[in-house]
């Protein structure tokens, strides 16, 4: 069966936290600054064959009623209804690529592209290549082969707007021909016969007309295309956002891309003249995605990842210093720690210098040092630890405190120091080594020991009763409360930090990549010190094994008999930097022990779902998070390649479909679903789904 072409895709450019949502069919998006959600605007992009009445448009509007000259003169009839009908989904094609987005219907063509490359550090490079990195732009194209026809024909890009204003373009940019919304976001072509610009009640039917053709309480503005007959047009469109001024509070920040651009019209013009340019480096990302050994469904996968991390990505500059920032899609917290450590991979590639960045703002303000208690009552000093994120809404939350955790909780919203501290120990080690930047990890080494000592710490206090697991909470989560993990939703098989299966193996790779850091800076005892830490960890963990389970227990107490897929997710660290042979030499008895879990957990009924067919992280819990399938898919083909059933194989496209599926709504990419029913649960326009691309990392043997 032809898959879907019914979806919204957030087209974003980088640092912006904006986006162009197009592409459900029947349902409205468009631009979109800050937002939690799609925009609700009726996008207008098609075209009208010589001698024809009715545009033929591409599926991007709400086809209700239209605001017409009635709202203003209270008479019914005073213009025609317009003539427009949205194309049915057999009479095009949509191809979505890793920095592209194009529809095709016969000689029509649209396409959008958000391009980008390996980015150099913001507080080192110039002026140009920062324009072309974080230019606030999309650039789109619209196209027709009129070799063929028998006339003229007419193509529209427009955007219907009632609720906010629109403005022409060339009443301020005279080489500008296109639209705007105030002075934040518009489009914009270059001025040309073969272009007219339209605002009206009705694009179609511009009944008033003012001293420039147009009349500005029109809802309805756009840009028509003449194509003449037998030639063929491509006309360039530039997509911009632009907010100026403070965007903050509680650290103070105004966009990076303002120091680079003096208003929109001059990101606009940006946009006009690099286009060429920005659509070759598009070009180049999609064929690296093409030339990859995956399946459609996975590359499929990968590039709606990536485009919704995109619009969730926030580069702001205060005190002359860049200031990155990655939203968490419909929550709009700020660096959710959870998150940055699952978006670790798609930046040490692409720009390592947000990884950096953010770790020295989590250890210089969301650090703190807390007390714990133990299962049994006893009370002691912990140690460091980081918040759970910076703030919400573009708000920076006092030092050492999240818009998240709260006491007396042992769920939702509840405090994560044991996650947290885990997570800043391999995203600190995992960028240092993947980078080389020794240098860094030296200024970081106070910090790495604090967080040795508060890993140990939440053992236990006294090295003698440590036996590698983490069950200390802290008294942050108050007398009535308990930590949880980054699957705050899920039942207890994962939502519970202590004693759990899933971080204790996380923090087995945490002491892993402690000795190296230790290694690389020479400090013997150190290093010895944490792989006797690792070690005792392993010897633990491996005797944990059920055999009447053939699995791991989520969790080491109160009988838990529940089986996690996120058994694995901690050594894919390891695995990034290339660490799966010394992997298997120093841990041979506890991977083959993993092994046999992913074996049984990789069954229908279990962590397969025995009506989708999805996979799911929990075999109690029907809650599932498509980025964490991704990690632990890419985990299990890397090192387990042998536990994955044809079933399991098989699963990508029925987690593609999730995504494409008529119950989606108009939120993109989608993190949590029912793994049976495929209902979207929360984490919507969602970024963490860019885990997915691990799985270029992958040889072609280890794919299916």
Request: hydrophobic letters at 40%.
């Amino acid at each position: 069966m032809k898959p879907s072409t019914s979806y919204h895709t957030q087209h974003a450019p980088l640092g912006a936290f904006a986006s162009f949502t197009v592409g459900r069919h029947g349902a409205r998006g468009g631009f979109g600054q800050s937002l939690s959600g799609p925009a609700q605007q009726n996008v207008f992009v098609g075209y009208r064959p010589a001698g024809e009445s009715t545009w033929r448009l591409l599926p991007f509007f709400d086809p209700g009623p239209q605001r017409g000259a009635e709202a203003f003169t209270g008479e019914s009839g005073t213009t025609a209804p317009p003539s427009r009908r949205a194309l049915a989904s057999e009479e095009f094609t949509r191809d979505l690529n890793w920095a592209s987005d194009v529809w095709r219907s016969g000689s029509f063509t649209f396409g959008l592209a958000t391009p980008w490359d390996r980015t150099p550090d913001p507080a080192r490079s110039n002026k140009v290549t920062q324009q072309a990195a974080f230019a606030p732009c999309i650039y789109g194209w619209i196209e027709f082969d009129n070799h063929a026809g028998s006339g003229p024909v007419e193509l529209v890009f427009g955007i219907g707007d009632s609720a906010h204003p629109w403005r022409p373009l060339n009443d301020t940019a005279a080489d500008l021909v296109g639209f705007a919304h105030t002075h934040t976001l518009g489009y914009a072509t270059r001025p040309s016969p073969e272009v007219e610009a339209r605002q009206a009640f009705a694009f179609e039917q511009p009944a008033f007309r003012d001293h420039r053709g147009l009349h500005l309480l029109g809802p309805e503005n756009a840009l028509v295309f003449q194509v003449p007959t037998g030639a063929r047009r491509r006309f360039p469109l530039a997509l911009g956002f632009y907010q100026g001024g403070q965007v903050t509070s509680g650290l103070t920040a105004r966009f990076h891309y303002t120091s680079l651009f003096r208003d929109l019209e001059e990101v606009l013009r940006y946009g006009l003249a690099a286009h060429r340019r920005r659509l070759q480096l598009a070009a180049r990302r999609d064929a690296a995605l093409a030339r990859s050994s995956l399946s459609a469904d996975q590359r499929w996968l990968i590039a709606q990842a990536t485009h919704s991390y995109f619009g969730s990505t926030e580069l702001l500059r205060r005190g002359g210093k860049p200031l990155w920032i990655v939203n968490e899609g419909e929550y709009r917290m700020l660096n959710t720690f959870d998150l940055t450590v699952d978006h670790l991979f798609f930046e040490l590639a692409w720009f390592p210098w947000a990884v950096r960045d953010t770790l020295v703002l989590f250890r210089r303000r969301y650090a703190y040092r807390d007390t714990v208690h133990g299962p049994e009552g006893r009370r002691a000093a912990g140690g460091i630890s980081f918040t759970h994120d910076m703030g919400v809404s573009n708000h920076f939350t006092p030092p050492g405190r999240s818009s998240y955790e709260c006491r007396d909780l042992h769920g939702c919203f509840s405090h994560m120091a044991m996650e947290q501290l885990v997570n800043w120990i391999c995203c600190a080690v995992t960028y240092a080594r993947h980078t080389r930047d020794l240098a860094w990890l030296r200024r970081e080494a106070a910090t790495l020991r604090a967080c040795a000592r508060s890993l140990e710490r939440r053992d236990d206090p006294d090295p003698q009763r440590r036996d590698g697991l983490l069950k200390w909470d802290s008294d942050r989560c108050g007398p009535e409360g308990s930590e949880i993990t980054t699957y705050d939703s899920l039942d207890v098989s994962l939502g519970q930090a202590r004693l759990n299966l899933y971080l204790q193996v996380k923090a087995l790779a945490a002491w892993w990549l402690l000795e190296e850091a230790w290694a690389a800076l020479g400090d013997r005892p150190e290093a010895k010190r944490a792989r006797a830490s690792a070690d005792l960890l392993a010897r633990t963990l491996e005797a944990k094994y059920d055999d009447q389970l053939a699995a791991f227990p989520a969790v080491f107490e109160g009988g838990n008999r529940s089986i996690i897929l996120p058994a694995i997710e901690g050594l894919v660290f390891l695995l990034h930097l290339g660490r799966e042979h010394l992997l298997r030499r120093r841990y041979p008895a506890l991977l083959a022990r993993l092994e046999e879990h992913l074996r049984t957990a990789l069954q229908p009924g279990i962590c397969l779902d025995a009506t989708s067919g999805a996979w799911k992280i929990s075999s109690t819990s029907t809650n599932t998070w498509f980025s964490k399938i991704a990690l632990a898919q890419h985990v299990a083909r890397r090192l387990f390649p042998h536990a994955m059933s044809p079933a399991a194989r098989s699963a990508d496209r029925v987690h593609a479909d999730f995504q494409r599926g008529p119950l989606l709504g108009g939120h993109a990419m989608v993190d949590q679903f029912h793994s049976a029913t495929s209902q979207p649960l929360g984490s919507l326009y969602y970024p963490r789904g860019v885990t997915s691309v691990l799985w270029l990392n992958e040889r072609p043997s280890s794919t299916p």
